[in-house]
């Protein structure tokens, strides 16, 4: 491993990387492909049911020696291991990372200070496989005896993001009798479009909140609270129509809610990492505990193939590698995914925490500023819609954005030629990024000269293929995984935490300051710089006239 005072950059392994950049940077890949004809099949990985094609990213088998050799000196193994044996690698929060710990089987061992905390687990997912299927069979009953007909999370960040991905995403599967909301947004509006139309009598709330003093959720759910009672009459039809998710007992009790209706999860467990944990009461209400289950199994296979397989056959530890590849090699600032299943429209949007939140740092584990890129932006949008709409960019603009293309080989919903149609599109966008279409090519085809460098795509644009039989529970769960440990898997390589989030405090902080001032009788004294009071003082007055 690299000693931990020499700059990444000062490495043999990274310098070897830079030096290769040189060399291979003007590489096509109709080189490449040309050189290799089997290079289609060869740089494929197939684990847990998804299927991964590397091949048309700008690597030959020399780059992918030196990533590799990359996460050796990074101790990327030994990372893995720490994770995995409950090391506490969240150094600045001084805890473990476990969230592999959510979906191990029963029977596992995971030892965290001197307690296995698998059996913890199951035993939460015991109560909420039987709480979710009480209301779903319509056994869990409203304070005034009818049957519960809308189910709406309260939560925001990682309580939010996971459930809504994961009920969008696995809607198919859904029992279509429950109306399944999330309301998030401290923005009035969410709350109010969340429940419109429903029957307090019939609408049970999940607030979902690690902490359980998040503004956001808890100013939510005293909204729904309120909203609850205003129709119910009764104090105790809060212990009708409440249940937490959280690992603060003695919040949840403040709020009114009975913790013998709330489901636990653990300090172990990172926000943006908790989907499968209590979390996802909402994902089990939606699915059904089984198809919980097999979510799990999804994740833990993933978490197998991590652990174990060797790095140069590892999907995730390569999809982080060559991540630092395009970002800290070619400039490369953003990374979009692409998914070709309506299902996962909101995964980017899953994703941008997952990613963007553990790997925004700005110095290392030891607190010395990068001098290196960390994190890339992620971002993307469904297929073929994005394709109509920021694309163009995408083939041939002047940023280069390397792809994560999603797709699977049956329709949830087949329908006609559709599929065959999504399936084409989505092949041939990773077609046409990579070999894109010569000058020769375009006025071949009769192109005048004067239109033929509009009509030219230079090509050489790299993207990942990820593809799976069909989207199911256990599918998501293998993807998510995926990504997970892509994020682990960089974030080891850059040296910094990827399991804290402190860049979100400053701003919850001062918005704290500004409440007060906003809504102050009088004019407040103000300790601002002149922008911030001017817009505080503006709002005031629209405030005060309207
Ligand atoms: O503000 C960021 C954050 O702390 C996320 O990391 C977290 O997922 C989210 O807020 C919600 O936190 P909680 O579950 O404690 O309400």
């Known amino acids: 491993m690299a000693p931990s005072n020499q700059s990444l950059l000062e490495t043999p392994q990274w310098q070897a990387l830079a030096a290769h950049y040189q060399r291979i940077r003007g590489t096509h890949l109709r080189d490449l492909f040309a050189a290799d004809p089997a290079r289609g099949e060869r740089m494929t990985i197939e684990a847990a049911g998804l299927y991964f094609d590397y091949s048309k990213h700008r690597v030959n088998d020399e780059t992918l020696k030196l990533l590799l050799a990359l996460a050796e000196a990074a101790g990327l193994r030994d990372r893995i291991d720490a994770m995995f044996r409950g090391d506490r690698i969240n150094v600045t929060e001084k805890r473990a990372v476990l969230h592999t710990a959510l979906r191990a089987p029963r029977g596992a061992s995971i030892v965290v200070d001197g307690h296995n905390v698998v059996p913890d687990v199951h035993a939460t997912l015991d109560r909420m496989a039987d709480f979710a299927r009480r209301v779903r069979a319509g056994e869990w009953k409203g304070h005034t005896g009818k049957r519960i007909r809308a189910v709406i999370n309260i939560g925001i960040g990682g309580s939010d993001l996971g459930p809504v991905m994961a009920y969008e995403a696995l809607r198919h599967y859904s029992l279509r009798e429950l109306t399944m909301r999330f309301v998030s947004n401290v923005d009035g509006t969410d709350f109010t479009e969340a429940t419109r139309n429903l029957d307090p009598a019939e609408t049970l709330f999940i607030v979902s909140s690690k902490t359980f003093t998040t503004l956001e959720t808890m100013t939510n759910a005293h909204s729904a609270r309120a909203w609850s009672l205003n129709a119910l009459g009764d104090e105790k039809a809060v212990a009708r129509h409440f249940v937490a998710v959280s690992t603060n007992a003695a919040e949840v009790a403040k709020f009114g809610i009975d913790t013998n209706n709330m489901f636990g999860f653990w300090d172990w467990v990172g926000g943006r990492y908790s989907m499968d944990s209590a979390i996802g009461l909402s994902t089990m209400i ?66 941008q925490q997952l990613t963007m939140e553990s790997n925004g740092k700005h110095v290392t584990l030891d607190g010395a500023t990068v ?53 084409a599109n989505v092949i041939a966008q990773g077609e046409a990024l990579a070999f894109g279409k010569t000058p020769a090519q375009v006025k071949a085809e009769g192109t005048p000269d004067w239109l033929a460098p509009h009509r030219t795509f230079a090509g050489n644009r790299p993207s990942s293929m990820i593809m799976a039989r069909r989207l199911t529970p256990a599918t998501l769960g293998a993807l998510v995984a995926l990504y997970e440990h ?22 919850k902080a001062l918005a704290q300051k500004i409440i007060p001032e906003l809504e102050a009788p009088d004019d407040p004294a103000m300790g601002h710089d002149s922008s911030t009071i001017a817009l505080i003082r503006r709002y005031r007055r629209a405030r005060q006239s309207a």
């Open 286 to 351: 939606a699915i059904g505990p089984e198809n919980f289950t097999a979510m799990l199994a999804g994740f833990h296979a993933i978490d197998e193939h991590f652990r174990t397989a060797p790095l140069a056959r590892n999907i995730p530890a390569l999809m982080g590698l060559l991540a630092i590849w395009y970002n800290n090699f070619f400039g490369a600032e953003t990374v979009a995914v692409l998914p070709y299943d309506q299902y996962l429209k909101r995964f980017p949007a899953y994703l």
């Open 371 to 423: 001098n290196y890129q960390t994190g890339p932006i992620f971002w993307g949008e469904p297929g073929t819609n994005g394709q109509h709409s920021f694309y163009q960019m995408i083939h041939q603009g002047t940023k280069l954005i390397p792809c994560d293309f999603i797709a699977f080989d049956e329709a949830l919903n087949p329908l006609g030629r559709h599929h065959d149609l999504l399936i």
């Open 486 to 507: 892509s994020v682990f898997t960089q974030g080891a390589i850059w040296r910094i935490n990827s399991f804290d989030q402190w860049g979100v405090e400053l701003g």
